[in-house]
């Protein structure tokens, strides 16, 4: 495999780079694996951590949102499921987001020294939030069994919210990973973005607190409140709040959003090198 990167020469057809891209598959799965494992390498407690993280941050927004500024649950939903489950699939948004932004800096070391299309490094970061992704969800199961809440039909829509979160952290995470590459105060930002987006987005609370009120629609152009609360309507079907027209935006911007930002990385990816 390293034979054939080492063969490959940057500046050919768009054909010939999505061909590349296949040829160069078995790479991805060493990428993947290597993000994986990096990310608990010497780390005491190592893939506990996924469990612990999601735990604790379910009980402190619990605690902070329930018992301290009384926000009610929707009706028939324990509200530490309704917590819970806003985390298993805004951590898997954020995690991927996070790691597709920081991707080429940490990959520095290959950017400078080899061709192989660059587009591998933000798929193979996809990896860890999905792993990530599938523990916490583990996690929502176990509960769900603990609260006895039965899981109807919609859940077999649940695999379309989660391509729609993978559509959309990359959409956001590739223009971030340009930009980090140039100017490295994006590697500041991007921790902040992704704290405030959790308050902003209804992780730990339903959207229908925003039903009825004036910015009700522009509040649906966020991509992430369709998101999750497709999400919970898959787990709690008719019981979770779920507005149609928030899927609409999600879909469109979302979409539009991937498409713009592999153009630009596309356009940007030769000068990586320059700038690293």
């Known amino acids: 495999m390293a034979q054939h990167t080492t063969t490959i020469k940057a500046g050919g057809s768009e054909k010939d780079y999505w061909k590349d891209l296949w040829l160069n598959r078995q790479l991805l799965w060493i990428l993947s694996k290597r993000d994986i494992s990096v990310r ?14 999601p735990l604790m941050t379910m009980i402190v927004m ?36 996070t790691q597709i932004s920081n991707s080429i800096l940490i990959n520095s070391n290959l950017v400078s020294k080899v061709y192989f299309p660059r587009l591998l490094m933000p798929l193979s970061s996809i990896a860890v939030g999905f792993v990530d992704f599938l523990i916490t969800f583990g996690i929502y199961l176990v509960l769900n069994l603990y609260f006895r809440e039965p899981i109807g039909w919609q859940i077999v829509f649940l695999p379309c919210f989660i391509l729609l979160t993978f559509i959309t952290s990359m959409g956001f995470g590739l223009f971030f990973a340009v930009l980090n590459v140039r100017f490295r105060d994006i590697g500041q930002l991007i921790p ?34 369709g998101i999750i609360e497709g999400f919970r309507w898959c787990l709690f079907g008719d019981k979770a709040y779920f507005h149609p027209q928030s899927l609409y935006s999600t879909a469109i ?13 596309r ?4 000068t990586f090198v320059d700038h690293i």
């Open 40 to 53: 608990y390498k010497q780390t005491l407690l190592g893939v506990a951590w996924s469990v612990l993280r």
């Open 253 to 265: 911007v979302s979409c539009l959003i991937m498409i713009l930002s592999l153009v630009y990385f």
């Open 62 to 97: 619990v605690f902070v949102y329930s018992y301290l500024a009384k926000v009610k649950s929707e009706p028939g939903i324990p509200y530490p499921l309704l917590v819970l489950s806003g985390i298993t699939i805004w951590s898997f948004f954020s995690n991927t987001f």
């Open 267 to 270: 356009r940007r990816e030769n």
């Open 192 to 225: 902040f973005l992704v704290q405030v987006g959790m308050f902003v987005c209804p992780v730990a609370y339903s959207s229908s607190l925003a039903r009825g009120t004036s910015f009700e629609k522009y509040y649906n152009l966020n991509p992430l409140v």
